[in-house]
Structures are given as C-alpha cells and as structure tokens.
C-alpha cells in the first residue's frame, strides 16, 4: 500500500509554471501506474496525465504539449511540470496510485490560475 501526499499547487498568472510533487510513503513504489486528475468546481474529476511503472506517458488532450508528467522511482515521486497554464487548468490536483486491484489517493493540492 502506499500513501500520497501532494505539494507545489498555488495561484499563477496565465502563462505561467507550476511544478505539482507527489510523495508516496510504502513499498515497491516504482511497480505503480501513477496519475495526477483533476477536478474544477461543479465539474467530474478528470484525467489529466499518466505514467506506468515502465514510464510510459499518456496524457489529455487538454494538456498535451503543456504538461509534463515524470516519476523519480529512487524519491518515491512523481511530477506533473504544468507549463503556459490557463485559467482552464484552475483546479484541485490529485494524485493517484493503481496497481492490480490496489487504488490509493492523496488529499489534493489547489492550482488556480488567474492575473
């Protein structure tokens, strides 16, 4: 089992750069299929980006060419570079954990962006 904890959401201005932090506590970290979602107010939580314990990519098509998903399997964390934000992106920020049957979630971290 692992435990998240995210880190590095805030306020930014259009056009600006985020860097979000997921840190997991447990064991065999690196065998888990980690994402960061999304979800605004009033809205479903969505995807917004995906990395597999092979480092394999995925991302929404929202995003694509603006964010950057990565993972330091020695730290036990995954990034999510978010770069030209817009006001769009304005959201809380989870981040997850899958492998087999196992789902984990972290608590969140607030990105809004707005000048």
């Known amino acids: 089992q692992v435990q998240l904890v995210e880190s590095g959401g805030g306020l930014v201005q259009p056009g600006g750069s985020l860097r979000l932090s997921c840190a997991a506590s447990?064991?065999?970290?690196?065998?888990?299929?980690m994402g960061w979602y999304r979800q605004a107010p009033g809205k479903q939580r969505e995807l917004v980006a995906t990395?597999?314990?092979?480092?394999?990519?995925n991302y929404a098509d929202s995003v694509k060419g603006r964010f950057t998903i990565s993972r330091d399997n020695s730290k036990n964390t995954v990034y999510l570079q978010m770069n030209s934000l817009k006001p769009e992106d304005t959201a809380v920020y989870y981040c997850?954990?899958?492998?087999?049957?196992?789902?984990?979630w972290g608590q969140g971290t607030q990105v809004t962006v707005s000048s």
């Open positions: 447990g064991s065999a970290f690196s065998r888990y299929h």
């Open positions: 990395i597999s314990a092979a480092g394999i990519t």
């Open positions: 997850n954990a899958q492998r087999l049957t196992y789902d984990s």
